[in-house]
C-alpha cells in the first residue's frame, strides 16, 4: 500500500501553538501534519533533568490538546528511532521545529536528525527561538535585532485550518506523566498567560523593591520563568503584552525594570549557544586549577540544607520543595557553594538544574559561571550569607518557614544561632549540632580567602590572557560557534 505523504512539527521546549512560526510554515505546505513530542530517556536519565520538568511538559501538553482536534499524543524513545519507526508508515516530506540552544545532549541529538534527514531526503527545517541567533558573527547589533524581532507581528496559526495526523497505533506511547503537585507551577500556556497578567496588572507593583527578598519576590516577581523556559509563551508574546501593559497602566518604572529582564534572558542564552563548553568548562581557563578538591560532606551538607547558615538552608530547602527560588538568592547559593565552601561550580550545577522548574541550560550555565567568577570579566560578587540574611528576611519569617528547627529562637538567633550563649542554649531547648547542624564554615574566613584567591587570579598572566578573547566573542564581532 502506498504510504501518505505527511509533514512533521516536531515540539521540543515550544510547548505552545501561538506564536509559532515552525507550526506557521508547516501549514503553509497543505500536507497533513504530525504534531509530534518524543519523551526522550536519554534526556530524562541525564543529570540536569528531574521529575518537576517531565510533570511540567505533561501539563503542558494537556493545555495544547485543548485546542486540537487531534490531541498530541507523545511518543517514548530516542528521537532517531522514533523517526525511523514513522518513515516506514508514512512518507515524511519535512521536520518543521525550532532551534533549541539546549544541553550537549540534545544538541547531539539534533545533529543527528539534520544527518538522518539528509540522508532520508526529508527537508528538516529549524527556526530562530526567542530572537537568539545560531552562528552569530557579530555581538555588536545583538539586541537592536532582538528589538525587531520582539516588535515583530506574532505568528499566529489558523488553527481552523490545520490538517491533523495521529501517531500510528502500533507506536510506543508516553503515558507516565506526573500528577499534578500543588507545591510547583501547574504546566501550561492558559497558566503562564494568568501568571503574567497578573503580574501586569497588580503584582509588579513591588516588583523592583522586593525582588531580592526570598519571600516577597515569591509574589512580586512575575514568575513566568518555567513558562518561557518550555515555550509555553513566547519571550515575542510576554514582551508585546509588557508594551501594552506599559501604555496602559504607565508603570514605566517597573516595568522598564522587567523588560531589562527579558533582554537578559536572550542575551544569556545568546552567550552560551555561540559558547556551548560552558556547559562543563571555565569560560576562562585560567581559573582551571583552583577549587580542585571537591569535599562530599561539604556538598551534600549544601544540598541537604545543612550547612548552618540559616539563609542559605531555607533556600536549598524551598527551592528543593517548589522549584523556584528568586534571582538574588540563586546568586547567595552559588556564591556559597564556590566562594565560602571552595567548591567548583560544576559540582552543584546538576543538583541546581534539577531543583529550578524553569531550568534553561542557555541561562544557567552562564550564570552559574558568573556567580563563582570564572569568566574573569565581571566583578566578584561574594554573598555574606549572614548579611543577606539580616537584609533580605529581615524577620526571618522565610527562615522560620524552611527551617522550622528555628522557628522558636528570636530575633537575631534565627539568623545566627552560634550566638546564643549556653544559659540561652538551656532557655529556648536548642542544642548546637543536634537542634540544628553547627556552622560548616565561618563565613568571615572563607570571604576573606575567596577574596584574596579571587582578586590574585583576576590579575593572574593565566587569566588575563583570555579576557580579550571572551570580551570579542561575547560583546564584539565574534563567530559564533554552532
Ligand atoms: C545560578 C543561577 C541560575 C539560574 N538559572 C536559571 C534558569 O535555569 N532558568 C531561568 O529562567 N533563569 C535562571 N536564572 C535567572 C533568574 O534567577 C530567574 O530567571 C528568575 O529568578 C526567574 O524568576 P521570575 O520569572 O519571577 O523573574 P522576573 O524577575 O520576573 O524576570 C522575568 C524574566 O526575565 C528573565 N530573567 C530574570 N532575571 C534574569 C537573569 N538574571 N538572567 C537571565 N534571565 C533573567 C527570566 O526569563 C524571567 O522569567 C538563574 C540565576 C542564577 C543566579
Redesign the pocket.
Known sequence: MEKSEIAIVWFKRDLRLMDHQPLCEAMKLDLPLLLLYVVEPSVCAAPDFDVRHLRFTGASIQDMNRMLSIPIRPLEGEMLPVLERLCAQYTIRSVYAHMETGNAITFTRDRSVHSYCREKGISFLEFPSNGVIRGLKNRKFFHQRWEETMRMPLMDPDLRHLKQVDVPPDMPLFTRFPAADPRFQPGGTSVGWRYLDS?LTDRKRR?SRD?SKPLA?RKS??????Y??WGNLSMRQVYQRTLAAMEQTGDRHNLRF?IS??H??C??IQKFESECRMEVENLNPGFDHIRAVIDPDRIRAWEEGSTGYPLVDACIRCVRATG????RM??M??SFLTHHLWQPWQAGAHF??RQ?L????G??YP??Q??AGTMGVHTIRIYNPVRQSHEQDPDAVFIREWVPELAALPLPFVHEPWLLTPLEQEAFGFIPGISYPKRIVDAEVTGRFAREELWKMKSSDAVRKAVPGILKKHTSGSPGKR
Open positions: 503580574f516588583y525582588i519576590a516577581c512575575s514568575r513566568i520563568s518555567p518561557l523556559a522587567f529582564r527579558l537578559w534572558h542575551h544569556f523556584y527560588l528568586n534571582f540563586r546568586s547559593l552559588v541546581l538544574a529550578f524553569d531550568y534553561e541550560p541561562i544557567h550564570q552559574f558568573m556567580q
